[in-house]
């Protein structure tokens, strides 16, 4: 079935279209509520909170966007607002720390389960901007507006993610082909976190 026509179906308030589209995107949502949030139970919450927020705006959607786009932006928004809520999301102006960390990554060693497990430890509002700016693409302006900060604060707050990276990954004595080698890697391993 055309995802149009399930669209159309669930605007109607048609159960078992609605049924079907859960069914269709739960385990990608999922995915980025997991992301955002580090608690398997609340990002649950996440994203059944997400659902309802979904279904209830269908006719905010128009038909010119993409579908996948709109319902992880919305995602995205629900669970930063679920954070809000929960006290967990907390950002401060943070203009006045130096880029620590440019592109010099070559001194990484990193492999994609380290890169998960990484990401999960990482503080909330870390967590979030790195998501924003790596996985989903965001620029500092963007991520600015949407978490109500500086885009200097953002680039701080990546800055300051990609050097916890670089300190938890880093080995002394390597050769230039292996740092090489690793700096793929690691980039490749973020943005497969993605798709995971």
């Given amino acids: 079935m055309k995802v149009s026509s ?3 179906r669930c ?35 996440c994203l059944q ?11 905010k959607y128009k038909e010119e966007g993409k579908w996948e786009s709109w319902i ?3 995602t995205i928004n629900k669970c930063k607002e679920m954070l809000r809520k929960e006290g967990k999301w907390k950002v401060s102006a943070i203009d006045h720390i130096d880029e620590c960390l440019d592109s010099n990554v070559e001194d990484l060693i990193i492999e994609e389960e380290n890169v998960n497990m990484f990401l999960d430890k990482l503080p909330q509002r870390y967590r979030m901007v790195v998501n924003l700016y790596l996985v989903e693409g ?7 507006a949407f978490l109500e900060i500086t885009e200097s604060s953002s680039r701080s707050l990546l800055s300051r993610a990609l050097k916890l990276l670089k300190d938890a990954f880093k080995e ?11 700096v793929k890697r690691i980039r490749n391993s973020i943005y497969k976190k993605a798709i995971i």
């Fill in 172 to 182: 002394p004595d390597q050769s230039e082909s292996i740092k090489n080698t690793q």
């Fill in 49 to 59: 909170e997400s659902w309802i927020q979904i279904f209830w705006n269908l006719d």
């Fill in 72 to 74: 992880k932006m919305v």
């Fill in 11 to 45: 605007k109607k308030g048609r159960p078992k279209a609605q049924r079907q589209m859960v069914e269709m995107y739960s385990d990608d949502l999922f995915n980025i509520c997991c992301r955002y949030v580090q608690d398997q139970s609340f990002a649950k919450d």
């Fill in 138 to 144: 965001y620029n500092h302006k963007e991520i600015a």
């Fill in 6 to 8: 399930l669209i159309s």
